[in-house]
């Protein structure tokens, strides 16, 4: 007995120098094994053509590449590195509303750029901010109004008591006959496309999933009518609720863990990311359990903090072990909330 306590001691007491010699040999931030590693590719980058540059005109980019990017676009003597938003994986968009004091003309070199990890790649955009009709232009340079025909005369829904899981929402745009309709909810949904079922009446529609978010507030939801190079869009006229509304949404708060994954091998310096709510608060805790030779385990509690979502929902956070010893279980415990609203994940990862 006194032979086993010695040699567990002499084990037990080679782990506290574990750390000193993990430091000695520093590692990549990152290593997850059987994860590809993807470079940051633009596949397109466009923009609905406008009439005219004037102030409060609003630009509308897109861009499609590698998903779970940072995406920004920058717009020469009027702004610098905006923020593309994810709406759905690879595919980013932005806005910007053009301001008296930019100068902005149809031969505006627009830059949009995408960087994944240290990998970055950029792209021009190669199509007129200016649309062009084939009529004929004023003195100024500008198409003529007089031929704009596309419109947009209502965009409705008809009203619902809750937002819940299952609710189909149903959508009315009454505008010009024979284009291409869409309707986007912020943060939910983009790009559904709506059907014509008689001359200039499109209808749309949208069941509500179980991972959906309504804000409190009525949620922003847009239309768009396309014909050719033309685009208009009109936001929705009137509300989701009918008559009341107790400003309870059952709908579950979003939480999604996108890297690493479940049960992958990792080593050094680990980075989570994740989604969920926009600007929702995440309670983060990361335990870790070892055992040593086999004899016995013991466990530590390496994090412990709160982080908040960007306004696109996206976090993340990165925590050390403190012994790299082989085989190491790391459980990763997510708590999202917003409002009166909470969701729950859980991440396991093991020690290279």
Do not use: C
Not at 13 to 39: D, N
Not at 52 to 71: I, K, N, W
Not at 119 to 147: E, H, K, M
């Amino acid at each position: 007995m006194k032979i086993i306590s010695t040699m567990a001691l002499a084990l037990l007491s080679s782990t506290i120098y574990l750390p000193e010699m993990a430091q000695a040999s520093p590692k990549p931030s990152i290593q997850v094994a059987q994860q590809r590693v993807f470079a940051s590719d633009i596949e397109s980058f466009t923009v609905y053509p406008v009439q005219r540059l004037d102030p409060g005109t609003e630009l509308f980019f897109v861009l499609r590449g590698t998903p779970y990017s940072r995406a920004t676009l920058t717009i020469p003597n009027a702004v610098q590195n905006l923020p593309m938003r994810e709406v759905r994986p690879g595919v980013y968009e932005a806005s910007y509303i053009i301001r008296d004091w930019d100068r902005i003309s149809e031969n505006t070199a627009v830059r949009a750029t995408l960087q994944t990890g240290d990998r970055i790649s950029s792209a021009r955009l190669q199509q007129p901010l200016v649309a062009d009709y084939g009529y004929g232009r004023d003195d100024y340079g500008y198409s003529d109004r007089r031929f704009q025909s596309l419109s947009i005369n209502r965009f409705t829904a008809e009203p619902v008591q809750r937002l819940d899981p299952g609710t189909t929402l149903n959508f009315t745009l009454i505008g010009t006959p024979n284009a291409t309709a869409t309707f986007s909810i912020e943060g939910v949904a983009y790009n559904i496309p709506m059907r014509e079922e008689s001359n200039g009446v499109y209808r749309g529609e949208y069941t509500i999933r179980r991972q959906d978010y309504f804000p409190r507030s009525d949620a922003t939801v847009t239309a768009s009518l396309q014909s050719g190079n033309q685009v208009i869009r009109s936001r929705l006229d009137g509300d989701l609720f009918a008559g009341y509304d107790d400003g309870f949404n059952t709908a579950e708060l979003p939480l999604e863990i996108i890297t690493p994954q479940e049960n992958a091998r990792v080593s050094g310096r680990v980075e989570v990311q994740g989604r969920s709510a926009p600007n929702a608060t995440v309670n983060v805790n990361v335990q870790a359990t070892s055992s040593l030779a086999g004899l016995f385990g013991f466990e530590r509690n390496l994090l412990e903090r709160t982080i908040r979502a960007d306004e696109q929902g996206n976090f993340s956070f990165a925590f050390n072990p403190t012994i790299s010893i082989p085989g190491t279980r790391y459980e990763v415990n997510l708590s999202a909330t917003r409002g009166d609203r909470t969701n729950e994940e859980t991440l396991v990862l093991f020690q290279e």
